[in-house]
């Protein structure tokens, strides 16, 4: 069984920017998602993936990763995808021992910048970086599948 452990944060600055190694652009698109679980292709530097993901927690996530044709991708992305395909910009910033992955959002998610920690365990001790906000973790809005049914631009909105 392929279980991811994720905390996901808001940042707190963008202090984080000068510790980024490399940045990498991804669109994704659902096929399928629900309160429990998603299918996602994704198309991040010359490659596409079949994504399955499935949680009750928001911390613990079953997850199952496979290559697909690159031609085929584009074609689910733009024929079969939910709307809107989530455009991002993944950065990985080094933080103590742990590997952070930033996602800064483009389009109807644009302003949207979160960190996720992948661990070995849901109690594992990490060192919190200054730029590091607010926890987001259980808050389903900030699901990548959520984001591409309710937008932050439209949620962002009504707070």
């Known amino acids: 069984m392929a279980v991811e452990i994720e905390r996901k944060f808001l940042l707190a600055s963008d202090a ?59 074609e689910l ?12 910009t993944r950065h990985i910033v ?21 960190a996720e920690v992948e661990l070995g365990h849901g109690d594992e001790p990490f060192e919190r970086p200054s730029w590091l906000g607010g926890e987001v973790s259980t808050d389903a809005r900030y699901y990548n599948s959520n984001l591409s049914k309710v937008p932050y631009s439209a949620w962002k909105e009504e707070e």
């Open 16 to 74: 984080w920017r000068q510790e980024v190694e490399r940045s990498m652009e991804m669109k994704q698109g659902y096929l399928s998602r629900d309160a429990q679980s998603s299918v996602r292709v994704r198309v991040c530097e010359g490659r596409a993936q079949l994504g399955i993901k499935s949680t009750r927690d928001g911390i613990h996530r079953l997850e199952y990763e496979y290559d697909i044709p690159l031609e085929e991708a584009e």
């Open 77 to 88: 992305l733009r024929l079969v995808a939910h709307r809107p395909i989530i455009h991002k």
């Open 94 to 114: 080094r933080h103590g021992r742990h590997r952070w992955e930033i996602d800064e959002f483009h389009g109807e998610n644009q302003g949207l910048v979160v």
